[in-house]
């Protein structure tokens, strides 16, 4: 069966440090992947998505990247915070073709200070 | 452009009482549907979904939603809710031609009153 695992759970970081949130999917080839922010009180926001090692696309321009360096692994980085990154993000991923569902990982909350 | 609407950010319901949590959406071609539920902390736990078929889908934990074209609605519904059922409920919208994209509501939190 298919898993994801998403990490760190739950981070502190002063503004201007870097950042870096891990997820990986087992059990599927050639996911669709993705990373959502979810602040305070709002929904859901599409960060990035990718269909393939090395494809990102970006919904949102901000402070924020992402990278694919493998099939299976994506990485949501920031060289610099700022203090509106805090927020509940939130890695998924889905199959490539037919009907899709959207599986999320357990999130990492980010505190900006 | 593709939207979706949940017009209640709060609901409390006492527990056995019947609930609805309404969804409208808009979108240019036919849309995959879906109900998330998320626990404080938690991640997205699927519901259930409309893909095609049948207008009155089944989900997990007792849920149903009913898929109305002409109102472009997709209310998710359960006759008798139970403690365990307090959290915030995620209606979703995904392009059948665009499989890429899925766009959500922005929740109703759910309180439900001993």
């Known amino acids: 069966s298919q898993t994801i695992h998403q990490w760190p759970a739950t981070l502190v970081q002063p503004v201007g440090s870097p950042l870096s949130l891990e997820c990986t999917v087992e059990g599927t080839s050639n996911p669709n992947l993705y990373w959502y922010r979810q602040a305070a009180g709002r929904g859901l926001q599409l960060l990035f998505y990718?269909?393939?090692?090395?494809?990102i696309s970006s919904e949102v321009p901000q402070n924020l990247s992402a990278s694919r360096p493998q099939d299976r692994q994506f990485i949501l980085s920031s060289k610099k915070l700022l203090l509106s990154d805090s927020g509940f993000y939130l890695c998924?991923?889905?199959?490539?073709?037919?009907?899709?569902?959207?599986?999320f990982g357990a999130g990492s909350r980010l505190t900006v200070l | 452009a593709q939207s979706v609407t949940q017009p209640d950010i709060h609901i409390t319901v006492s527990e056995g009482a019947s609930l609805e949590l309404r969804c409208n959406y808009s979108?240019?071609?036919?849309?995959?549907l879906f109900w998330y539920v998320q626990s404080p902390g938690q991640g997205l736990q699927l519901l259930l979904k409309y893909f095609s078929g049948d207008t009155l889908v089944q989900g997990i934990k007792g849920f149903e939603a009913e898929f109305k074209r002409s109102q472009s609605s997709f209310n998710l519904r359960k006759p008798s809710v139970h403690w365990s059922d307090a959290a915030e409920y995620f209606c979703?919208?995904?392009?059948?031609?665009?499989?890429?994209?899925?766009?959500f509501g922005s929740g109703t939190k759910l309180n439900v009153k001993p």
């Open positions: 979108y240019g071609a036919t849309p995959y």
């Open positions: 990718s269909v393939g090692i090395g494809q």
């Open positions: 979703a919208v995904g392009a059948v031609y665009n499989f890429n994209k899925f766009y």
């Open positions: 998924a991923w889905s199959v490539t073709s037919g009907a899709n569902v959207l599986t």
